[in-house]
């Protein structure tokens, strides 16, 4: 166990539908990472935030949107939701800086009908 | 670009052979990378790291890597496969540019190790 939760564990839902996945990070770690995970594209840095703040952004599309909240827990908003949205999406979290290592939770499936 | 590749799709060991599952780099200046290991229905698990000094790592599981600058490998390795290493492995190196400290992974490489 990581110490990484992501909520829920599946997630199936219909293309135009909004949803939400939630992340808890580690006791400690400040950095949170979203990651998508699919066949085709393997797994992509959506983004980062680190104390509340966003910190980098890779192939997030403009259709999701992410935050940190002040007790340090994230959310990543997907709507719109298509076809090819369907992946496994995971949360890491690291402590703050430096080369650490990320921790990851056991990812949320989401399947778009 | 910085990137990482992992050059087989799929490993098949016997167990109690050594394993060797292949990753080379692609960076600007030094790299720091890792090996994770996703199994089934999972999350990929920190395996080990390299940052700076010993170019051999020692990790989680018996697992080890050698860190070769020069050709620019990170080649993770087992002395004795066991058929519950079977798994999809993964290499990253750390994205150096910005404030950021996101993986850049690889494709990945199956592993399957055989009774």
């Known amino acids: 166990d990581s110490g990484v939760t992501q909520t829920p564990k599946h997630l199936i839902t219909a293309t135009g539908q909004r949803v939400t996945l939630r992340c808890s990070p580690r006791s400690g770690d400040l950095s949170v990472y979203w990651y998508q995970q699919s066949l085709d594209q393997g797994l992509q840095f959506l983004i980062q935030?680190?104390?509340?703040?966003?910190?980098a952004k890779g192939n997030i599309l403009e259709r999701f949107s992410a935050q940190q909240f002040p007790d340090l827990h994230s959310e990543l908003n997907l709507s719109s939701l298509e076809l090819g949205d369907s992946a496994l999406y995971f949360c890491?979290?690291?402590?703050?800086?430096?080369?650490?290592?990320?921790?990851f939770g056991p990812g949320t499936r989401l399947t778009v009908l | 670009a910085q990137s990482v590749a992992q050059p087989e799709d799929q490993v098949n060991v016997a167990e109690g052979n050594p394993l060797t599952v292949k990753c080379t780099y692609s960076?600007?200046?030094?790299?720091?990378l890792f090996w994770y290991v996703q199994y089934p229905n999972r999350g990929l698990q920190f395996l080990l790291k390299?940052?700076?000094?010993?170019?051999l790592v020692k990790g989680s599981y018996g697992f080890e890597a050698e860190f070769n600058k020069s050709q620019t490998s990170f080649h993770l390795k087992k002395p004795s496969a066991i058929v519950s290493d079977s798994a999809l492995y993964f290499c990253?190196?750390?994205?150096?540019?910005?404030?950021?400290?996101?993986?850049?992974f690889g494709t990945g490489t199956l592993l399957a190790v055989q009774p």
């Open positions: 390299y940052i700076t000094g010993d170019n």
């Open positions: 960076v600007s200046g030094n790299p720091y």
């Open positions: 990253a190196v750390r994205d150096k540019r910005g404030a950021t400290n996101k993986l850049i």
């Open positions: 890491a979290s690291s402590v703050a800086g430096g080369n650490n290592e990320q921790f």
């Open positions: 935030y680190y104390n509340g703040e966003e910190r």
